[in-house]
């Protein structure tokens, strides 16, 4: 005999609509109660027919993530943790990486407005046609897409502005900076704006690379940002893999680290991979993820979001500075 949620109900001790609340991912139930509810259903064996249950609803209950590529720390712990809160608002998460393709984020934005998924994250390079993009349940991490699309960030410009100042207060002079222009509109440009108000601030030369940098070509980069500037004595990188790649490089060359320089990276994920103890910004990746699944969910029904939220980085202390 199939299980009804009447039986649900009569198990848990609570109505019919408390139950339906639970099933729906419902905000409007305490803890406890959903507790008991999912337990019940967990014991009766009870599951709902979810065909029927998305043509009524009109939903497919699967968001999409799109990031550039999976084979990174960053991105592969943000979709950790985006999967995770999906499944408590009862999503499925489709995961995409485009590896430089436009065509694939296409398809996502194809698929959301044909209703074949209900909504995606974008961590994007590419441009879209922004009257697209507005007809569709769509959030970003950085990434400023327009005036109707919510975004996550963390607090990019302080965060640069006081790992440089530490770096000065530790006895560095001249400071370069390394990092990956956005090719869109990106909160990541205030890291290079950061670096420039500091440097001018200081009164201290300017000695930045930052250009458009496809993942892998990171050593070539590296070479000659050295090659250039060789008598640097701090450098801050935005990003995870250019730091790694720039720690082994100036080690290979002999420079004596903190000594003779110092190194802070944006994106602080040293620890967690057992790499070397870089001092970093770490950014909140596990509350990024969180919220922005939020804000989708959100969207997805229609309810008003912010247009930009801002979360606070760490900064943690290594090996790398005095």
């Known amino acids: 005999m199939e299980v009804t949620i009447k039986d649900v109900a009569?198990?848990?001790?609570?109505?019919?609509?408390?139950?339906?609340?639970?099933?729906?991912?419902?905000?409007?139930?305490?803890?406890?109660t959903r507790k008991k509810v999912l337990e019940a259903m967990k014991a009766?064996?009870?599951?709902?027919?979810?065909?029927?249950?998305?043509?009524?609803?009109?939903?497919?209950?699967?968001?999409?993530?799109?990031?550039?590529i999976i084979n990174h720390p960053f991105f592969a712990k943000l979709a950790y943790y985006v999967e995770d809160e999906a499944s408590k608002f009862g999503y499925s998460v489709l995961l995409v990486s485009s590896q430089q393709k436009v065509?694939?984020?296409?398809?996502?934005?194809?698929?959301?407005?044909?209703?074949?998924?209900?909504?995606?994250?974008?961590?994007?390079?590419?441009?879209?046609?922004?009257?697209?993009?507005?007809k569709c349940p769509i959030v970003s991490i950085d990434r400023r897409f327009g005036d109707n699309i919510p975004y996550v960030t963390s607090d990019n410009y302080q965060a640069t502005v006081n790992a440089i100042e530490y770096m000065i207060e530790r006895g560095a002079t001249k400071i370069g900076y390394i990092g990956s222009k956005p090719l869109v509109s990106s909160e990541v440009s205030e890291r290079e704006r950061a670096y420039l108000d500091v440097m001018a601030k200081h009164n201290m030369p300017i000695c930045l690379v930052n250009e458009v940098i496809q993942h892998e070509e990171e050593q070539a980069v590296v070479q000659n940002f050295m090659q250039k500037y060789a008598d640097v004595d701090g450098v801050f990188?935005?990003?995870?893999?250019?730091?790694?790649?720039?720690?082994?490089?100036?080690?290979?060359?002999?420079k004596q680290i903190p000594n003779q320089l110092q190194i802070v990276s944006y994106d602080g994920m040293f620890k967690q991979w057992g790499s070397n103890n870089i001092t970093s910004v770490e950014q909140p990746i596990e509350e990024m993820a969180r919220k922005v699944v939020g804000l989708l969910v959100d969207k997805i029904h229609g309810k008003e979001t912010a247009l930009r939220t801002v979360l606070p980085t760490k900064f943690v202390p290594g090996t790398t500075t005095k």
Do not use: C, W
């Open 10 to 32: 009569k198990y848990a001790g609570v109505g019919i609509g408390t139950v339906s609340r639970v099933i729906n991912n419902e905000k409007a139930v305490g803890e406890k």
């Open 44 to 68: 009766l064996n009870y599951s709902r027919n979810n065909m029927a249950f998305r043509l009524r609803k009109n939903e497919t209950r699967i968001v999409a993530l799109l990031v550039p």
């Open 103 to 134: 065509g694939k984020e296409t398809e996502i934005i194809t698929k959301i407005a044909q209703r074949e998924i209900d909504g995606a994250i974008f961590v994007t390079h590419f441009m879209h046609e922004e009257q697209d993009l507005q």
């Open 237 to 254: 990188i935005s990003g995870y893999t250019m730091s790694q790649v720039f720690y082994d490089h100036v080690v290979a060359l002999g």
